[in-house]
């Protein structure tokens, strides 16, 4: 029987090692870049592989789609659109400040245009890849390791001369990591590179001098403050980076004015132009910003230029410190300088990224010396052979004719003229032309050379000082090659500008409030309209509306849902019909006027305001016994304490869990004691008592408790609390009219009937509102725009006989829409 190979083990144990080798996996071979030559595996290999086609920038263009192929049958056995997403980015003159590839075609642009298929754009390696990171590739400099099928050799790293982790910067998303690197100046950094080599303890104020931020290759401006400090001396932070603008007059068309134009002519690194545009238009229709009159895209290949043309009225200073603060036309870069080390990822500052390059291309010139030193050695010893041979030429020739094969001759020069092998298989192998006199002075003087390049290459193997003068040489000369201007500028203040901005521009919430409650006169008033319009009114302007006098049937103004004084510093709670609340942030406007929509939380956005209810002032024992109670269309009720309101903080809360179908009808304040009266669209009405037996406190999670049974199509309208001899008003949607005094009615319990309040004269009338009576005024709203009245409640005649009451002066075919205590707070 064969043998058993299931073996059992841990669930827990195995999920564990096989995520972490998966991680490891991703951070090692995909994600993350080397420190020492700045590439990620695919990079290497995309560019190792170009290297053996023999795509350098003196030879033509070859296809992409044929470097993807090699690229993936050799080295990397992943998808091509992954390969090729990765050659195109080093193509990218927008994505790297110093690309590594040239390429020929569609490769994207700087508006997010994807790039055309690789059967249809070409590539080369650009010089800098060439001289800079391939060229020592063949001189023993780097090791070299089995490709995935064990068919290939391929280099672990590339054997760099340049720091290209720093000058082009690196991005990634490994497991639990990622790195975001951005691109440098080649100047400034072979000149910290100097500066470390000749002096190893330099400060941070000179190395941060020598390198004073990042250089994006689209430009913008970079402000030099806290965050760029941070990124370099811990490894990580935040850069403040901006677009750079001007404002310059253009001809909007012929036969009109000239009007002033902000022009957008550098953008921020990595945003996409055609985006930002969107987006602004967007806010401009919106009315986010104001000002502009026109976006016109007019960038061509002369360089990026994007016109904001303004209004006539707008000042140019102001509309671009806004495109500033609400667009990204100012950003942070949020760096990470991390790399791998020796196989570890690991977080690095600007010296230490700057010192592991130093160690690694120590190391890859003595390899490379060494290297050389033994190819100088050995042709050295051919050479000398050679001179030997021909110091002694007819004893050569001599026993070469003795010789009976070429074995033998070679045995025999090595005994007789103490040669080598390698000097005589040379000796053998030396053409006639050798024996003329010019070409033995010319064997004579490379033996000579040769010596003089041993000892030179000995003494910078054995001499590490002379070794790292080499390397400053070599770095200067990349410098010469390769070094462009800076195109990113440095701004200066970057911390004050910044703390500035943050002070004048971006003020917290709860500092806008404040000062736009200290701004507001004590004579002012909070005016909430039924329409929804929120508006904080001197008393002039609120006297002519004439909102606290009766009216009758009319066009009249929206009636006032909530009318406060301001004095009082009211505190007003919001309820949606879906069971959630939020403190109402009226305090703005007093400075814009808005919808009742706009202060309140994103939250609460596409909901139905049903219910603005004033919290009480904080005097516990005046309101002590207070609560807050909430209604449902389906009968239920229960009461909360005010305390569970005061954490809201500007967030939206759910307070009330409502099935499908059913919400929210009332929400007002009870006090111990009193008497809740509710009532139902038939027309009953029920009196309970406010008490804890009957309705206790709850959670906000808690549904409450069933008042009544409702009847098929029957919903609650409304509910009122009070004391015995206050009165409450009901109201039909076809205009009759009730007053009942509160004691009158019959006390019960949960669960029972109750009693009918008002009696329809019409078969398709229901009730619409119960109301209290304490309100000054009774607004009442006919549907379908018919118009408003305003009832003073004094005037209003008491318990009408048959409980059918009064009938409201409306048209026989009007409609009642809705009814609103004014100054009752909704």
């Not at 009225?313 to 667009?327: F, G, H, I, K, Q």
């Not at 800076?486 to 701004?491: E, G, I, P, Q």
């Not at 304040?669 to 037996?693: F, K, N, Y």
Request: glycine share 8%; net charge neutral.
């Amino acid at each position: 029987m064969a043998e058993e190979r299931v073996q059992p083990i841990s669930l827990h144990q195995e999920m564990q090692r096989s995520y972490l080798e998966y991680a490891m996996s991703v951070i090692v071979g995909r994600a993350l870049p080397d420190v020492r030559d700045g590439l990620k595996p695919v990079q290497r290999r995309i560019l190792y592989a170009m290297h053996e086609l023999g795509l350098t920038p003196d030879r033509p263009y070859r296809k992409c789609a044929r470097v993807v192929g090699d690229v993936l049958g050799k080295y990397h056995p992943h998808g091509d659109q992954a390969v090729y997403d990765a050659l195109v980015r080093l193509v990218q003159t927008f994505s790297s400040r110093h690309p590594l590839l040239d390429g020929h075609g569609n490769f994207g642009s700087v508006d997010d245009d994807p790039p055309a298929a690789m059967r249809y754009t070409e590539t080369r390696l650009a010089p800098i890849a060439h001289g800079a990171l391939l060229e020592e590739i063949g001189e023993d400099t780097v090791d070299f390791q089995a490709n995935f099928d064990a068919s290939q050799q391929e280099p672990t790293v590339l054997p760099a001369q340049l720091p290209f982790l720093l000058l082009n910067g690196c991005s990634g998303i490994a497991v639990g990591m990622a790195t975001n690197i951005p691109p440098h100046n080649l100047g400034e950094v072979v000149d910290a590179l100097v500066a470390l080599v000749r002096q190893p303890d330099l400060s941070d104020e000179r190395l941060l001098q020598l390198v004073p931020g990042p250089d994006f290759p689209t430009g913008g401006e970079v402000l030099i403050g806290s965050g760029l400090r941070e990124t370099y001396l811990a490894g990580r932070g935040s850069i403040p980076m901006r677009g750079v603008a001007h404002v310059e007059e253009v001809q909007p068309g012929k036969g009109r004015h000239r009007r002033a134009a902000i022009v957008i002519t550098e953008l921020p690194y990595q945003l996409s132009k055609a985006g930002w545009i969107e987006k602004l238009a967007e806010q401009v229709n919106d009315g986010r910003i104001s000002g502009i009159a026109d976006i016109r895209d007019e960038s061509d290949r002369e360089g990026l230029r994007v016109v904001v043309e303004l209004r006539r009225d707008a000042r140019p200073d102001n509309v671009l410190e806004e495109l500033r603060r609400r667009t990204a036309l100012q950003s942070n870069f949020g760096a990470i300088l991390l790399a791998l080390v020796d196989g570890r990822p690991v977080q690095l500052g600007l010296r230490e990224l700057l010192r592991r390059f130093l160690d690694y291309r120590e190391l890859t010139l003595l390899r490379r010396t060494s290297h050389a030193l033994r190819r100088a050695e050995e042709r050295r010893e051919v050479v000398e052979g050679l001179i030997k041979a021909l110091d002694a030429l007819p004893r050569v020739i001599e026993m070469i004719q003795a010789s009976r094969d070429a074995a033998t001759a070679r045995a025999s020069l090595q005994v007789h003229l103490d040669l080598t092998d390698r000097q005589a298989e040379a000796v053998l192998a030396m053409p006639l032309r050798r024996l003329t006199s010019l070409e033995q002075e010319g064997l004579r003087q490379e033996a000579e050379e040769l010596a003089e390049e041993c000892r030179r290459l000995s003494h910078l193997l054995e001499d590490r000082p002379s070794l790292l003068k080499a390397m400053v040489s070599e770095l200067k000369a990349l410098r010469k090659r390769y070094a462009t201007p800076r195109r990113t500028r440095l701004v200066e203040g970057g911390d004050a500008l910044m703390a500035q901005r943050a002070q004048t521009l971006r003020p917290s919430t709860e500092g806008l409030r404040r000062r736009a409650l200290e701004a507001m006169g004590a004579d002012h008033h909070l005016l909430i309209q039924s329409d929804g319009m929120v508006r904080v009114l001197a008393p002039a302007p609120l006297g002519k509306l004439r909102l606290a006098q009766a009216a009758e049937l009319g066009d009249l103004p929206a009636p006032a849902r909530v009318l406060l004084p301001v004095r009082d510093r009211p505190q007003l709670l919001a309820f949606t019909a879906s069971g959630r609340v939020a403190v109402l942030r009226w305090e703005l406007a007093a400075q814009q006027p808005d919808r009742l929509e706009a202060f309140l939380p994103e939250g609460l956005h596409g909901e139905t305001v049903v219910q603005l209810l004033p919290l009480p002032a904080a005097e516990p024992s005046a309101e002590s016994g207070l609560s807050i109670g909430l209604l449902s269309s389906d009968g239920h009720f229960k009461r909360l304490s005010p305390s569970l309101f005061e954490d809201l903080s500007g967030r939206a809360a759910s307070v009330l869990r409502l099935k499908e179908g059913v919400n929210l009808a009332r929400v007002l304040l009870c006090r111990e004691g009193d008497a809740l009266v509710v009532a139902s669209s038939t027309g009953r009405l029920i009196r309970l008592a406010v008490d804890e037996s009957t309705l206790p406190l709850m959670t906000r999670t808690a549904q409450g408790p069933m008042l009544t049974r409702l009847l098929p199509g029957e919903t609650m309208v409304g509910a009122v609390s009070g004391a015995a001899d206050d009165a409450v008003l009901l109201t039909s949607g076809r205009g009759q009219l009730n007053r009942r005094r509160i004691g009158s009615l019959r006390s019960c319990q949960r669960g029972d009937l109750g009693e009918i309040g008002l009696r329809f004269r019409h078969r398709d009338d229901h009730l619409i509102s119960l109301n209290s009576a304490r309100s000054a005024l009774l607004a009442v709203v006919l549907a379908g725009g018919g118009g408003s009245l305003r009832l003073a409640t004094a005037d209003l005649p008491g318990d009408a006989d048959g409980e059918t009451g009064m009938a409201l002066a409306i048209p026989a075919d009007g409609r009642v829409e809705q009814v609103v205590d004014l100054l009752a707070g909704g």
